[in-house]
C-alpha cells in the first residue's frame, strides 16, 4: 500500500483476484496498519519523528510492570529474589567482563541470580559498557544512544565523554539509529539488574547489529582511559516452531546445549575464535554470536566461569532458548 493511492489499490486487487474491496474497508485497513506501524504514510512518519526527537532526551521504561516492578521499593524486593534464585557461591575475584541474558528474567531466574552473584561486593565501576543485540534494523554495524535510560531505581545516566571517544574512533557513525533503542529489550532488562547494583555507575548504551571487529578495537583503546565493567547482554540458542524448527525434541534440545556450552566453554578459556568455530553456520540460532565476533579482540585470552545456563522451554510454542552466564575476572593491570 505504500506510495499508492486508495483507488491504485483497489485496481490491483480487481485486476488480480477480479474482487472490488470497498473503500471503507480499504480505509479502515489502512487505519490499523498505522496504528500498528505497519504501513509507511505521513502520519506514521510523523509519530516516527516525533518519537525519535524524544528519544534524543531520554529513553523511557518499557517493560516496567511486565518483566520487573516499576516502584523502587518493589523493585529492590525483586533483585533479592532472584539472587536468592541462584544456590552457588559467589566468584572469586571482581568481573571486568560479564555474559548474561536478556532473556524475560521470569524465564531463566537462576542466569540472572548468577550475575547479581557475581556482582555482589564488588567495588562499583565508574561506568558499564552495556553491549545488546539489536532486534531492529540499524543504519550501521553499530549504534549507541547517548541519553539517560529511565530505571525503577533512577535514570542510568550516559558516560558522554566516553561515547563521544568511542564515537571517533568508528568508521561510522555511532548515534545513527535512534528509533531501535526505543523498545529494546537486550539493553533494558540487564539494565534493570545492573542499576539495582550500581547505582552511580554511567553507561554506554551499545546495539550490535552486524559483527563490527572495528567496535572492539575501538573499545579496546576507549576503555585504558575510560575503565569500566564490559557486559555482554545475550542470549543462545532458540529452537522450536517458533524459530522454523519442528517442536522441541530430545534430540534437538540436546543439540541446543551441546552449542550452547560449548560456546560458552570456549568463551571461558578466551577461545572466542574457537567459540565462533564450534557454533559454525549457527543451525540452533545463537543470538551472541555478532556480539561476540565484535569482541574478540577484548575476550581473548581471558579466563573465566561459567556460572549459569538454562535451555527453557517456552511450553506454549513448543520452542526454547538458551541462557547463561559467564564471568571473566579484573584484568591484570
Known amino acids: 500500500?505504500?506510495?499508492?493511492t486508495l483507488?491504485?489499490?483497489?485496481?490491483?486487487?480487481f485486476k488480480a483476484h477480479g474482487v472490488l474491496v470497498p473503500r471503507q474497508e480499504l480505509e479502515d485497513l489502512l487505519k490499523a496498519l498505522?496504528?500498528?506501524?505497519?504501513?509507511l504514510t505521513e502520519t506514521v512518519e510523523r509519530r516516527l519523528r516525533e518519537e525519535e526527537e524524544s528519544l534524543r532526551k531520554e529513553r523511557p521504561m518499557r517493560l516496567a510492570g511486565l518483566s520487573y516492578p516499576q516502584g523502587e521499593r518493589e523493585a529492590r524486593a525483586f533483585l533479592e529474589a532472584f539472587r536468592a534464585s541462584f544456590p552457588g557461591p559467589r566468584p572469586q575475584g571482581s568481573p571486568s567482563i560479564l555474559l548474561l541474558p536478556h532473556l524475560e528474567p521470569s524465564r531463566v531466574p537462576e542466569a540472572y541470580g548468577?550475575?547479581?552473584?557475581?556482582?555482589?561486593?564488588?567495588?562499583?565501576?565508574?561506568?558499564?559498557?552495556l553491549v545488546g543485540v539489536a532486534h531492529r534494523p540499524l543504519k550501521e554495524k553499530a549504534a549507541g544512544l547517548p541519553v539517560p535510560f529511565q530505571t525503577p531505581f533512577?535514570?542510568?545516566?550516559?558516560?558522554l565523554a566516553a561515547l563521544q571517544a568511542l564515537d571517533a574512533l568508528l568508521p561510522y557513525?555511532?548515534?545513527?539509529?535512534?528509533?531501535?533503542?526505543?523498545?529494546?529489550?537486550?539493553?533494558?532488562?540487564?539494565?534493570?539488574?545492573?542499576?539495582?547494583?550500581?547505582?552511580?555507575?554511567k553507561v554506554l548504551p551499545l546495539?550490535?547489529?552486524?559483527?563490527?571487529?572495528?567496535?572492539?578495537?575501538a573499545l579496546k583503546v576507549v576503555r585504558k582511559d575510560y575503565p569500566g565493567l564490559l557486559v555482554l547482554a545475550v542470549d543462545l540458542s532458540h529452537v522450536g516452531p517458533r524459530f522454523g524448527d519442528p517442536p522441541l525434541s530430545r534430540t534437538l534440545a540436546a543439540e541446543a546445549r551441546r552449542r550452547d556450552l560449548g560456546f560458552l566453554e570456549r568463551l571461558a578459556q578466551g577461545k572466542p575464535e574457537e567459540a565462533l568455530g564450534h557454533v559454525g553456520a549457527n543451525p540452533t540460532r545463537i543470538d551472541a554470536v555478532e556480539v561476540v565476533a565484535s569482541l574478540t579482540s577484548l575476550l581473548s585470552?581471558?579466563?573465566?566461569?561459567?556460572?549459569?545456563?538454562?535451555?527453557?522451554?517456552?511450553?506454549?510454542?513448543l520452542s526454547a532458548v538458551g541462557a547463561g552466564t559467564l564471568v571473566f575476572p579484573t584484568l591484570p593491570g
Open 1 to 4: 500500500m505504500e506510495g499508492k
Open 7 to 13: 483507488e491504485e489499490v483497489q485496481e490491483e486487487v
Open 34 to 39: 498505522e496504528e500498528a506501524g505497519l504501513v
Open 114 to 129: 548468577a550475575a547479581l552473584a557475581a556482582l555482589e561486593g564488588t567495588p562499583e565501576p565508574q561506568r558499564i559498557y
Open 154 to 159: 533512577g535514570p542510568a545516566e550516559p558516560d
Open 173 to 201: 557513525e555511532l548515534f545513527n539509529t535512534p528509533l531501535a533503542f526505543r523498545e529494546e529489550h537486550s539493553l533494558e532488562l540487564p539494565l534493570f539488574f545492573l542499576k539495582g547494583v550500581f547505582p552511580k555507575s
Open 207 to 217: 546495539l550490535v547489529g552486524r559483527r563490527s571487529p572495528e567496535l572492539g578495537e
Open 301 to 317: 585470552g581471558q579466563e573465566g566461569q561459567v556460572l549459569a545456563y538454562r535451555l527453557d522451554l517456552e511450553a506454549p510454542t
